[in-house]
Nanobody, 122 residues
Framework: QVQLVESGGGLVQPGGSLRLSCAAS???????MGWFRQAPGKSREFVGA???????YYADSVRGRFTISRDNAKNTVYLQMNSLKPDDTAVYYC?????????????????WGQGTQVTVSS
């Protein structure tokens, strides 16, 4: 069982940056890790994922602005978000897949964090 805790959310102006962290309670070396988000009234949306080997995948809406990285020694995954837009406002969730699939499909992730709010507004 892996528990995930996100941090780093908050209020930022358009064009600003935030870095989200996701700390896992156990070793995630062979896990694929993903980030999803959900805005009010909208369905859950894939943001990006990183495989156990460090290969990254991104949604078209964030590619070039967001970067996922991982530090296996710290059992932590990061989501660096730059050039933020109001449309990026959502609750961001960290996820883990013990089968290492790095899928864009939310139901292929077994473990989820509680989420952290990101609000982009002037």
């Amino acid at each position: 069982q892996v528990q995930l805790v996100e941090s780093g959310g908050g209020l930022v102006q358009p064009g600003g940056s935030l870095r989200l962290s996701c700390a896992a309670s156990g070793r995630i070396t062979m896990y694929a890790m993903g980030w999803f988000r959900q805005a009010p009234g909208k369905s859950r949306e894939f943001v990006g994922a990183i495989s156990w080997s460090g290969v990254t995948y991104y949604a078209d809406s964030v590619r070039g602005r967001f970067t996922i990285s991982r530090d296996n020694a710290k059992n932590t995954v990061y989501l660096q978000m730059n050039s933020l837009k109001p449309d990026d406002t959502a609750v961001y969730y960290c996820t883990a897949d013990k089968l290492g699939r790095a899928s864009r499909t939310f139901n292929e992730y077994e473990y989820w964090g509680q989420g952290t709010q990101v609000t982009v507004s002037s």
